[in-house]
């Protein structure tokens, strides 16, 4: 019942938050995680061990409404239009982004530069916010082809960060398998497939039956066996399995284009269920972060954090755009304002509270070469403050000059006259 009354009090002043922040036209993320250190570490209404308890359920929860709701509602027709460069957004500068982002942790906290800890911080950060993005877009008149290359790259890089995320916890003695190189095979390549073919199923029984008000029940039920399936169940009998994120992701997409297409009036309780829920998810998600920091750990951490979230936004960010862009037709301009704008938000939020959760439950499993340098509480504490100072900096910042730097980079976006 006090769980119960907690999200409770998160959903009202969440929502009070919100509606603050849509009156001054700016994203509720920042003041939604302020909220949270409000009511947890400095006002103490919510302990952080009860918030850390809530997340474990309420973190997996929200990202699944989060990639599904994004996916769904993307269009395969416009993402083949800068569907190259958003592959190499989402492969080369995603992976420069996590080493840099991984390089700059290391060293800023004095440990070896080959110190797994630093790219685990490198692969929960990585991930840009399509909850972010997709509203600045919404006010901000510039180049539709950007605005889509940043929505897509968004959207895909989400399950890329827990991907990588996963890949790198094996190597802490904390995934079921330990060869990273077949565990990012299995994991995004098995997702790929089982994501298309439970898509291919849900659309041949949508079409064929009038579900109206409960398809979305049943889309969403869908998303979360997928989850189980591939993170839970085929892990434990098999030993391996897929990223079910990644899945869900792509079962969103190729399902919602699919009844897009088609016209069918399914597609609208589905957004519209999807919408309602993502919402939920970001005020539970930002709210709890916020609540689950220890004043203790923002005062160890806090100028830690505050370097590796410099160095993830203003180094690692622009460095990965840059070299995964060599040889495209963008201009310099078009990749610069590509770099100052990935802000960072939903996954990185559930993921790191997602891992410190479990290094500090499993903290006897983690590896002596690892602990001789940094205890499991200084890993679990530099991170969740490291990935709170990225989200608070890159969103306040990077959606502030969204329009002004669009002005100044892309100059006044004139749309084509039809001939």
């Not at 990202?63 to 416009?78: H, N, Q």
Request: a neutral charge.
């Amino acid at each position: 019942m006090l769980a119960i009354g907690y999200l409770g009090l998160a959903l009202v002043l969440g929502s009070l938050v919100a509606k603050i922040a849509e009156k001054l036209k700016i994203p509720d993320i920042p003041l939604l995680l302020l909220l949270g250190l409000s009511i947890g570490p400095f006002l103490h209404i919510i302990p952080s061990e009860s918030a850390m308890d809530i997340f474990e359920y309420a973190g997996p929860i929200g990202l699944i409404f989060i990639l599904l709701g994004g996916a769904f509602t993307m269009r395969i027709s416009l993402l083949r239009r800068v569907i190259k460069t958003v592959i190499r957004l989402d492969t080369i500068t995603f992976l420069i982004t996590l080493l840099v982002s991984g390089f700059v942790f290391n060293l800023v906290l004095n440990l070896p530069y080959n110190s797994p800890v630093g790219y685990l911080f490198g692969a929960i950060i990585s991930a840009t916010d399509p909850a972010t993005l997709i509203p600045v877009f919404s006010r901000v008149k510039t180049n539709p082809e950007i605005a889509i290359t940043l929505e897509a790259e968004s959207i895909f890089n989400d399950p890329l960060g827990i991907v990588s995320t996963s890949v790198v916890l094996g190597l802490f003695g904390l995934s079921s398998s330990s060869n990273p190189a077949i565990d990012l095979i299995t994991l995004a390549g098995g997702a790929i497939v089982v994501g298309l073919l439970m898509a291919k199923i849900y659309k041949k029984i949508i079409l064929s039956c009038n579900f109206h008000e409960y398809v979305a029940p049943l889309v969403l039920g869908g998303a979360m066996l997928l989850l189980y399936l591939g993170d839970d169940l085929l892990p434990k009998t098999l030993g391996y399995g897929f990223s079910g994120y990644m899945a869900v992701a792509i079962m969103g997409l190729y399902l919602g284009d699919s009844l897009f297409r088609a016209d069918d009036i399914d597609y609208k309780y589905i957004v519209s269920f999807c919408d309602d829920l993502s919402l939920l998810a970001r005020v539970f998600i930002f709210v709890f972060l916020g609540a689950c920091i220890k004043l203790s750990m923002l005062e160890n951490y806090f100028l830690v954090g505050l370097l590796v979230a410099f160095g993830s936004i203003f180094l690692a960010r622009p460095i990965g755009v840059f070299i995964g862009l060599l040889g495209s037709k963008l201009s310099v301009k078009e990749k610069l304002y590509l770099a100052l704008e990935g802000p960072r938000g939903v996954v990185p939020a559930a993921l790191a509270v997602t891992v410190g959760i479990e290094i500090l439950k499993n903290a006897d499993k983690i590896p002596q070469y690892i602990t001789k340098y940094i205890s499991p509480i200084d890993i679990a504490g530099t991170i969740i403050i490291g990935t709170f100072m990225t989200i608070l900096l890159s969103v306040v910042l990077e959606a502030s000059w969204a329009g002004i730097l669009a002005l100044k980079l892309l100059g006044e976006y004139k749309p084509k006259k039809q001939e």
